[in-house]
């Protein structure tokens, strides 16, 4: 089977684990998870292997595709000998950007319950864990953090990727378009990334698969993919997943106390103007 093209990709994560939409499978998101998949099946292992950096503005939907991605990887069996790999692990950044709590959150991922000692030598660890866990890929969502650590210790997170990167892992970094120059800055991981950029939505074919899969997920069908419906949201600024999303979500409410929860243009306009959704006589009264 070409692993470029495996079915297991489009697999959706189950709906019930959580109340956000499933994984809809436009096309850059597709390119993502498909990158993903290479580099987990033929770069794992090389001598400094490639590794993605997956560059979106806030919204684009990074963050759902490594849960989708990371879940497609949950349940894998045992290997004859009883070990269980964990093989892709999935860690958010810490907020300062301190690369031994992104040392810490990667050893709580193959230990949970880990708490560091005093004389913690993170980054020796924090392999040796990943190693032994059986880790293939490590990704990290909100990446942009790190930049938030003074220069120095910005300078010893990169020093842990590179790290990790020489030990054969294969990596995933989530940011904005800011992290790119500090990449480019470091000769060595600048050549080991590759930049994957998830643009804002056009008028195009990938916003319509993007508005007819929310469609679909809704009670009742809105065509949310005519044109009418492209042109008001692209016109009005709507052109990130997140935002498209919440707005929709906004309107549905609205839609849910009237005799059919179609949405409307009307709708929209209204959820755009009031986002926060209308009071109900009886709701908490």
Known sequence: MNEDNDPRLLAPTNAGESKELRFIPVSSHLAALKWLRHLYCHEYGRTRPLSLHLIADAGMGKT????????????????????????????????????????????????????????????????????????RQVLIDEAGNLLHAGRVRQQQTLAVLKRLTNCGLTLCIATTENMRNVLASDEQL??????????????SEELRVLLASIDAQRPEISHLDSQRFVRWFLANGYCTTGSIEKLIHNASLRAARQPSSVL??????EAMTDPLPPVVLGDGQ
Request: net charge positive; hydrophobic share 35%; charged share 30%.
């Open 64 to 135: 759902r595709i490594l849960k989708h991605y990371h879940a497609l990887h949950k349940g894998r069996l045992r290997d004859p000998s009883g070990f269980h790999p964990l093989h892709v692990i999935l860690v958010e950044a810490p907020d300062d950007g301190d690369c031994r709590r992104l040392c810490e959150s990667l050893i709580r991922e193959c230990l949970p319950g880990f708490e560091p000692g005093r004389r913690f030598r993170h980054v020796e660890m924090c392999v040796e864990v990943l190693i032994r866990s059986g880790v």
């Open 190 to 203: 600048h050549s080991r990334f590759r930049p994957l950029l998830l643009p804002r939505f056009q008028e």
């Open 264 to 269: 409307t243009l009307e709708l929209l306009q």
